[in-house]
């Protein structure tokens, strides 16, 4: 059996899709959707004819008053349209425009018979059915041109304009059916039993490349599809969209048409950095960012829905190397010919807490990156509580850094050995941070909470030493304490370490067991 897969053209022996993954091994993530797509040839539809003319075209739409049944005059037009080809504006008058003469045998019915403006019919002149024209009515009105009531056949819906100007003797170029282009058909589907059938095509993920103009947009999509995937929250017949970064800023760079298949990101508003995917094209907008195209695997976009997730590939690729060690960044800068300088602790198994520059684009433009590294005991892994306090994670996640890279930071702002340690936060930032997740009946050390915006010193973030069954871990009481997170695990050589900070220190965090 052949079919395309992932845009090429590929001999398989299985059905099954999951066989067929395995078979060609293709790029999979089990989760990701898979789009089945399949190509229905052109045709003509015969429901809608083009009127070539001298001044440009006109569009006729067929009415059939009853399915299954054609009237004569409809069935004689369908038949023998080509036959006006050539033809010539015979005449004209304030009420009609017709097009012909054409021989015929319709019957003739010298009845007086009412027409609406932009009818399309068939009449005689003379009463002669040899005489037969092809006509549009200009205004409504009542009139008898030899044919009967069901001699209508359609109604003008482009060129009214082109129609009403044409003079007697303007020559008619053609008149054709309408011929549909190859329709794609398909869906989305996460079932690895989904059979597979001859001439389908198949793609298990997108390639988006990425506009070097739109830098920021570039990193900020980077951290957005952080593990190679994007997942969909909202989508509309124009477009799919993913907010797991809404509410991040961006400044305003390259203002472009958002053309179908190109990606976008919300630079203002309540929807800032919101990121679009588009499945038509649509006008600029200077709220909109335009930094990359999907130049593989668009229908993954066409058909996912609310819920699905896409695997992806970049280009270029993510160029962050914060959470590797310095041995592994040189290996990953050194397979892009990009040159690396060691900074911090530079031994090969230090990690990576910083890289300057930060962006991608940069990074590429300039060819060379500086990695700054620590000792790996340096580096806290940390459990957030998402399910208990998802505003004040997010608040700690963009305070720290964390939101776009694997390693985030935290400064202290005070400390008060053995008993805590606070860090420095943003009170414009938490000015919307409602309690959640405050403390019961005691704290326990090891973790870190936010001051809520119940609190004049909201934003301020600290961690316990000690247990306290009376104050949280900012010194605040328990109504003005967010718990975010907990030092997972708090062994006694990190409780030690903890102890030793002073104000101006920095420490780094990250997630427990995500993948760097």
Request: glycine fraction near 10%; include cysteine.
């Amino acid at each position: 059996m052949r079919i395309k897969f992932n845009g090429e053209e590929q001999d398989i022996e299985s059905k099954r899709l999951g066989d067929i993954i395995e078979e060609l091994q293709g790029p999979y993530r089990q989760g990701c959707v898979v789009a089945v797509v399949s190509e229905k040839e052109e045709r003509e539809l015969k429901n809608e004819f083009d009127v070539k003319t001298e001044r440009g075209y006109a569009r006729i739409k067929i009415i059939r008053e009853g399915e299954g049944t054609d009237s004569p005059a409809l069935s004689l037009f369908l038949s023998e349209y080509k036959k006006f080809n050539g033809g010539v504006i015979a005449w004209k008058t304030d009420n009609v425009t017709a097009i012909g003469p054409i021989q015929t045998d319709l019957s003739v019915d010298r009845n007086e018979h009412t027409y609406k403006r932009w009818d399309v019919f068939l009449g005689f002149g003379g009463f002669d059915p040899r005489m037969c024209y092809l006509m549009i009515s200009k205004r409504d009105h009542t009139a008898a041109y030899g044919t009967a009531e069901d001699a209508v056949i359609g109604r003008l819906t482009r060129g009214r304009t082109i129609i009403t100007r044409l003079s007697e003797g303007d020559r008619i170029g053609e008149i054709h059916p309408i011929v549909t282009k190859a329709e794609r058909v398909g869906f989305v589907t996460t079932d690895m039993n989904t059979e597979i059938e001859e001439g389908q095509e198949v793609f298990t993920f997108a390639k988006i490349r990425l506009f070097k103009e739109a830098a920021m947009s570039s990193e900020h999509f980077f951290s957005l599809t952080y593990g190679g995937a994007i997942h969909i929250d909202d989508f509309t017949n124009t477009y799919v969209a993913s907010e797991s970064l809404k509410g991040l800023s961006l400044p305003q760079e390259n203002l472009a048409y958002r053309s179908k298949y190109h990606l976008t990101a919300r630079n203002s508003g309540t929807e800032r950095g919101k990121v679009y995917i588009y499945k038509d094209s649509r006008l600029p907008n200077p709220a909109h960012n335009v930094f990359g195209v999907v130049v593989q695997g668009g229908d993954l976009f066409e058909y996912a829905q609310q819920g699905d997730t896409i695997l992806i590939e970049t280009e270029p690729k993510w160029m962050m190397v914060v959470g590797k060690t310095q041995k592994e960044a040189e290996a990953f800068f050194a397979a892009e010919n990009i040159e690396q300088v060691r900074e911090g602790n530079c031994d090969d198994d230090a990690i990576v807490v910083d890289q300057k520059p930060e962006l991608t684009m940069e990074i590429i433009d300039r060819g060379t990156v500086r990695t700054v590294g620590v000792e790996a005991k340096d580096v806290y892994e940390v459990k957030l509580f998402y399910d208990k306090a998802p505003r004040t994670v997010w608040y700690f996640k963009k305070l720290t850094g964390l939101i776009n890279r694997p390693i985030g930071h935290l400064r202290v702002h005070f400390a008060i050995p053995g008993m805590m340690v606070l860090f420095e936060g943003n009170a414009d930032e938490a000015g919307t941070l409602v309690p959640e997740n405050l403390p019961k009946d005691r704290v326990e050390k090891g973790v870190l909470g936010v001051t809520n915006m119940s609190r004049s010193n909201k934003g301020l973030m600290g961690i316990r030493l000690e247990d306290s069954d009376k104050y949280g871990p900012t010194g605040e009481s328990f109504d003005g304490a967010n718990l975010v997170l907990a030092f997972s695990p708090l062994t006694p050589s990190t409780l030690e370490r903890l102890n030793r900070l002073k104000e101006g220190d920095v420490i780094y965090v990250k997630e427990r067991g995500k993948l760097q």
